[in-house]
């Protein structure tokens, strides 16, 4: 029952399965099943993946580089070695529309982490259209947007390929841009004593950045008001009743939603 229970999907209290067991993914790799983990921190990444319907066919990749795609190099290896795929489930879709998919870009804000999602007319190749007006992704993940009866978006809801729903809020046409005024009222020294971390914002060169040590500088990119991107991290800034001081930075990501920093000066 516990090897079981490592291969074997669990439940949230909602009811929703997901993908992961016990310490390990189950989930699909052009339509085979995978089971299979990642690991990467400072100085690292791997991947381990079996494939039970294939003789038990297991491949590991160690890389000694943080940002090597060891799941990648893991799927090149796949390929090659798997030679009878199920074929792929065809799709009722169709090419997206340029004039319909205008009236949604814009800047979407993820409603749990807040980071950012920029959909510009080039992201139109990504997707296909759906016969009930939302696009899928190659990746399984289906968009669907909601509009005011102006026809203007309000927000997108993204399914997951495992049964997950993330709901964006749209926050504009285009990014936001801080003018050296905005830029000041961040200005100052944030402390966390939740994660021991003192943090250190100012403006160079017309750019907020942010800095929690000697040495390391992150540079922070406008996305909507009050908000900003470091990499796939947002972080943004909250005030006194919504329009005083600002009075905390935050951050969010996949598995941080929310680190709220004081700010001490």
């Known amino acids: 029952a516990w090897a079981d229970s490592m291969t074997n999907r669990m439940r949230l209290t909602s009811g929703r399965e997901i993908e992961y067991a016990k310490g390990l993914f189950i989930t699909q790799y052009r339509g085979l099943r995978e089971i299979s983990h990642s690991g990467s921190t400072a100085g690292y990444s791997t991947f381990l993946a079996r494939y039970p319907d294939r003789d038990n066919l297991t491949i590991a990749v160690m890389c000694n580089a943080a ?32 004039a319909t998919f205008a009236r949604y870009t814009g800047v979407y804000r993820n409603e749990r982490t807040h980071v950012a999602l920029v959909l510009g007319t080039s992201d139109r190749s990504r997707v296909r259209a759906l016969p009930d007006g939302g696009f899928i992704l190659a990746s399984g993940a289906r968009w669907r947007v909601d509009v005011a009866p102006s026809g203007a978006p309000v927000r997108m809801r993204v399914a997951q390929p495992d049964g997950d729903t993330v709901v964006y809020a749209y926050e504009g046409p285009r990014p936001w841009s ?26 160079e060169r017309d750019t907020l950045v942010v ?51 004081p700010r001490v000066r």
Do not use: M
């Open 211 to 261: 800095s929690n040590r000697p040495g390391k500088t992150v540079k922070l990119t406008p996305t909507y008001r009050d908000a900003f991107s470091a990499g796939g991290t947002a972080v943004w800034f909250t005030r006194e009743r919504g329009r005083g001081p600002v009075t905390a930075l935050h951050f969010g990501e996949s598995r941080v939603w929310d680190l709220v920093v």
């Open 178 to 203: 801080p003018t050296a005024r905005d830029l000041a009222a961040f200005v100052g020294r944030y402390r966390s004593d939740e994660v021991g971390a003192t943090f250190e914002v100012r403006v």
């Open 67 to 98: 940002n090597a795609p060891a799941g990648n190099h893991v799927h090149e290896l796949v390929d090659r070695l798997i030679t009878d795929f199920p074929p792929p489930a065809a799709l009722d879709t169709t090419r997206v529309d340029s």
